[in-house]
């Protein structure tokens, strides 16, 4: 949706290394927001993005000179809401009237719980860029786990000819996810915006240690926000970050329902969502991030728990090292 960062660049540089031609496309997609969401204020940086595009473009060209610009842009694909929604302006309602895609019950849980219309605004989008296009091809972040799933169940539902790629989640040296919507958060809250992250990886290291159930992988999590949550609110106001968890997850890793402990064979999706809240008693000449720190942030972060098979390969690997 544009507002370009390295973790949009890592998606077209694996695009480029797979591929002969790359189209990258960018639309703020209105079905995707509820009408009380960051739609007008959502960032939008044409002349931004496209600097970063053309100072990326050389460096994907293929040194092949018989393949000429191989693995370069070709095109990018920025359509209006007139051209992506001809028949009649889109409804954000979830009883709204129009064409949509929608993938059911997928759609409706963890994320689909708070934003009931965004994942029918992602397949929907998604469906008619494909037709448009007609990528070999397409390529997304796994940060949005969620949204990987849902597409992918949307192209293998409608016999879509069309490769779904995943790509890791490119992270800020303290953790936190690479995400258009991290510009709102500024000095403040962004020193806390690790909080998800870092408590994800907690619960990561139990069930690394050996611990399966759903119980102890989300019990260390809780503990480690809670910490967090407990020390920020100690704070004077004027320094302090208040956030509210909004879920924490553990579940099948291709259909995302919950489940009671992690699969020794197929392991498990560990994700949650947090609420960084309005600043409080925002100082004079401080950062407060596009906004100024009046809306609240909503930070997704997900880790792929590992089956216990590779888990017991890369303890085995690691004796090996030591002895």
Known sequence: MGALHAGHMSLIRQAAQENAHVIVSIFVNPTQFAAHEDLDTYPRT???DMKIL???NPELAT???DAGCAGCIRAVFAPTSQTMYPAS???SDPNGSGSFVTITPLSSILEGQSRPTFFRGVTTVCMKLFNIVDPDKVYFGQKDVQQTVVVKRMVADFFLPTEVRIVPTLREADGLALSSRNVYLGERRRRVSKVLYASLKQGEDVHASGAKSRAAILAAVEDAIRSVGRQQDGLDPA????FELEYLSLADPDTLEEVEEADSTRGAVLSGAI???PLEAPQRGE???LGGGRSAVRLIDN???????????SATAGDGLRS
């Open 46 to 48: 044409w002349d931004a």
């Open 54 to 56: 053309n100072e990326l």
């Open 63 to 65: 040194t092949d000179a």
């Open 89 to 91: 302006p889109p409804s």
């Open 239 to 242: 320094l302090r970050t208040r």
């Open 275 to 277: 609420k960084m809240l």
């Open 287 to 289: 950062d407060t991030g």
């Open 303 to 313: 880790l792929v728990l590992k089956p216990q098979k590779e888990l017991d390969k």
